[in-house]
């Protein structure tokens, strides 16, 4: 199985302000398997991106994916009010689904 | 617009078989995966399993042993068994859509998420 771990687990920041997201992954990922959501309380996750780089419809273009490997980023170029949630990386691999623990972006 | 809605006891006695169901609105279920994924409260996501409109599975296997995926195409649902469940088992359910690409191949993330479940195991 392979493990995503993402980092921080809580990132504080003013809304405004660029957020770099990680996920590392403990074996390589096709790229093609990597996908981003968003997910607020009370509410379902929302895809951001897909194939580790791609916006999902209607996703806001200051929502950015990179990465290759083992090591994948998720950058929010300047924050807004939405923005704050916890954010999840996902991949498919060994015939299997499993997601990161999530990273909290909170309002500083 | 694609909407699935889960259903089911929000309630489970320890060691019955929890029983949810999803509704595909706004969209056929044919030609995509259609998969259950549960969040225990204030934790991580976790994927149980997929079944394709055709009828195939695949499960996670740290539940296989207790989980069946079913579908019904006339009915445009598909539904979730778990058994035995415990106390860990207590989670928001979530059913969600996997699509697939023109070649007929999976595409490896969820576009369309249920609002989710609650299901509490208790006795």
């Known amino acids: 199985e392979i493990v995503l771990t993402q980092s921080p687990g809580t990132l504080s920041l003013s809304p405004g302000e660029r957020a770099t997201l990680s996920c590392r992954a403990s074996q390589s990922v096709s790229s093609s398997y990597l996908a981003w959501y968003q997910q607020k309380p009370g509410q379902a996750p929302r895809l951001l991106i897909y194939?580790?780089?791609s916006r999902a419809t209607g996703i806001p273009d200051r929502f950015s994916g990179s990465g290759s490997g083992t090591d994948f980023t998720l950058t929010i170029s300047r924050l807004e009010p939405e923005d704050f949630a916890v954010y999840y990386c996902q991949q498919y691999g060994s015939s299997l689904f499993t997601f990161g623990g999530g990273t909290k972006v909170e309002i500083k | 617009q694609v909407q699935l809605q889960e259903s089911g006891p929000g309630l489970v006695k320890p060691s019955e078989t929890l029983s949810l169901t999803c509704t595909v609105s706004g969209g056929s279920i044919s030609s995509y995966y259609w998969s259950w994924i549960r969040q225990p409260p204030g934790k991580g996501l976790e994927w149980i399993g997929y079944?394709?409109?055709?009828?195939?599975?695949n499960y996670n296997p740290s539940l296989k042993s207790r989980v069946t995926i079913s579908v019904d195409t006339s009915k445009n649902q598909f539904s979730l068994k778990l058994s035995s469940v415990t106390a860990a088992d207590t989670a928001v359910y979530y059913c969600?859509?996997?699509?697939?690409?023109?070649?007929?191949?999976?595409?490896?993330?969820?576009?369309?998420w249920g609002q989710g479940t609650l299901v509490t195991v208790s006795s």
């Open positions: 079944i394709y409109y055709s009828g195939s599975t």
């Open positions: 969600a859509r996997e699509p697939i690409a023109a070649a007929g191949t999976p595409l490896y993330y969820f576009d369309y």
């Open positions: 194939g580790a780089s």
